[in-house]
Antibody
Framework: EVQLVESGGGLVQPGGSLRLSCAASGFTLSSYWMHWVRQAPGKGPVWVSHINTDGSITNYADSVKGRFTISRDNAKNTLYLQMNSLRAEDTAVYYC?????????WGQGTLVTVSS | DIVMTQSPDSLAVSLGERATINCKSS????????????LAWYQQKPGQPPKLLIYWASTRESGVPDRFSGSGSGTDFTLTISSLQAGDVAVYYCQQYYSTPYTFGQGTKLEIK
């Protein structure tokens, strides 16, 4: 069974940093592109970033470019999102997701709240 | 960026009746190399992540009931639920995966009339 379990969310002050992790199981992580998608309270999902199978290709939404960094450790079956210079508008549930072209599996998400 | 626009924003349908949700993209999401539309539909219930229903605009994900169907090509797409069940109450989103950023529609909230 495919499982994606996010961790690392929490309350952080504006300008602070957080590192999210996503533990993957039930499939071979190194065979799939992976994504982070976020969803602010009461809003629709917004794609944040993706990374190719070996980590050599990454892309970001303009709203996070230069502040967030996606990475992966296939040996540890783990995806990461380093988030720096956090803003109030980054407050959301952050989902880790797997894609095979389309995004086919999502984790349950981890809540990030940016507030003073 | 490709803008995805869904209609309507909300929809109330009687049990057993048909529900139709539309999605329009600001540019074509048809990938010429394989003649496939890079368009997916998701269902999201409160407190849960989105669940993939349809991909390539019309291919049903494994395990999804056949009352869910997708159609359309290029820039205009439709999700149809042929006979609404109580468990289908949710918000439905279309998403293009043709080019980054992979954008979602604003969502359509489906309720029982």
């Amino acid at each position: 069974e495919v499982q994606l379990v996010e961790s690392g969310g929490g309350l952080v002050q504006p300008g602070g940093s957080l590192r999210l992790s996503c533990a993957a199981s039930g499939f071979t992580l190194s065979s799939y592109w992976m994504h982070w998608v976020r969803q602010a309270p009461g809003k629709g999902p917004v794609w944040v970033s993706h990374i190719n199978t070996d980590g050599s290709i990454t892309n970001y939404a303009d709203s996070v470019k230069g502040r967030f960094t996606i990475s992966r450790d296939n040996a540890k079956n783990t995806l990461y999102l380093q988030m720096n210079s956090l803003r109030a508008e980054d407050t959301a549930v952050y989902y880790c997701a797997r894609s095979n072209g389309r995004i086919d599996y999502w984790g349950q998400g981890t809540l990030v709240t940016v507030s003073s | 960026d490709i803008v995805m626009t869904q209609s309507p924003d909300s929809l109330a349908v009687s049990l057993g009746e048909r529900a139709t949700i539309n999605c329009k993209s600001s540019q074509s999401v048809l990938y010429s190399s394989n003649n496939k539309n890079n368009l997916a539909w998701y269902q999201q219930k409160p407190g849960q992540p989105p669940k993939l229903l349809i991909y390539w605009a019309s291919t049903r994900e494994s395990g999804v009931p056949d009352r869910f169907s997708g159609s359309g090509s290029g820039t205009d797409f439709t999700l149809t639920i042929s006979s609404l069940q109580a468990g289908d109450v949710a918000v439905y989103y279309c998403q293009q995966y043709y080019s980054t950023p992979y954008t979602f529609g604003q969502g359509t909230k489906l309720e029982i009339k």
